[in-house]
């Protein structure tokens, strides 16, 4: 049995591989800070995506996605703003999503920008 940090690492590097399959490039995994954390960062076409990785096993409590609210919205772009101000990014960025279910971690949707 997977401990919840092994299910969450394991969907994170799911979804880093499903992007990067799909021309995006990789710049970080799990950037933190005190305050906040983006599961994701990756580059396509100069656009810098704050990716969040939802996983659910099965549907039963609905979809990942579902589970970015409001509130989880407001600390995506604060932690997308502090990651833009302490990597001095000049250019444009904006919030993702990937949700990936089932116990073979299948990428279930893909939303570019969620903002």
């Known amino acids: 049995m ?5 299910t969450g690492h394991a969907a994170e590097k799911t979804a880093a591989d499903y992007l990067a399959k799909n021309g995006y490039k990789i710049r970080q995994l799990n950037w933190k800070t005190r305050y906040c954390e983006i599961d994701i960062i990756a580059e396509k076409a100069k656009v810098i995506h704050f990716v969040e990785v939802k996983y659910r096993r099965t549907s039963a409590q609905g979809s ?6 409001p509130s989880k919205l407001r600390q995506m772009h ?3 703003t502090a990651w833009a101000q302490e ?3 000049p250019g444009d960025y904006v919030l993702s999503a990937v949700e990936l279910s089932g116990q073979d971690f299948r990428v279930s949707a893909f939303l570019a920008d969620i903002t």
């Open 2 to 6: 997977k401990t919840n940090y092994a």
């Open 64 to 69: 990942g996605l579902d589970y970015i609210t």
């Open 78 to 80: 604060l932690a997308a």
């Open 87 to 89: 990597n001095q990014w």
